[in-house]
């Protein structure tokens, strides 16, 4: 979901007599959103610099890593900003942006759990790019 859909629904979202946009808590946890999209875009430009690229297990599976959890946490802020609304379904027509936030919440816990789960993403991270002792 791209994040400009993030900041529109802040935008359009009521929360407490004004929208979620004026909410400066909301607005803060957009930005650190943000922020680690900004960063994850970063490192899929290194990915291509192969001077960049320490060990080339590691950005393959930090991006599947970060990519699955940023969607997760991106979708339950969506939740958040949406409130009550953010409960009904898809065919409501009270929904905010029909009803998108809540379902790819739920879908995103495919995500983290689709080719290993993020616990599983991380053990590999530090066995195979890092060099650490495999846990057992």
Do not use: C
């Amino acid at each position: 979901i791209p994040l400009s859909h993030l900041s529109t629904l802040a935008q359009t979202a009521p929360r407490n007599g004004n929208m979620a946009s004026d909410d400066p808590v909301i607005r803060d946890r957009t930005m650190k959103m943000i922020v680690r999209q900004q960063g994850f875009s970063q490192t899929i430009r290194r990915a291509g610099v192969k001077g960049l690229v320490d060990h080339p297990a590691r950005i393959p599976l930090q991006i599947k890593l970060v990519a699955s959890e940023n969607g997760q946490d991106q979708s339950a802020l969506g939740v958040e900003i949406g409130g009550a609304s953010s409960t009904l379904r898809q065919i409501d027509k009270n929904t905010l942006h029909g009803g998108m936030w809540p379902y790819n919440y739920i879908a995103s816990f495919g995500g983290t759990i689709a080719e290993g789960t993020s616990e599983i993403q991380r053990n590999q991270i530090g066995e195979r790019a890092l060099g650490l002792p495999k846990s057992k």
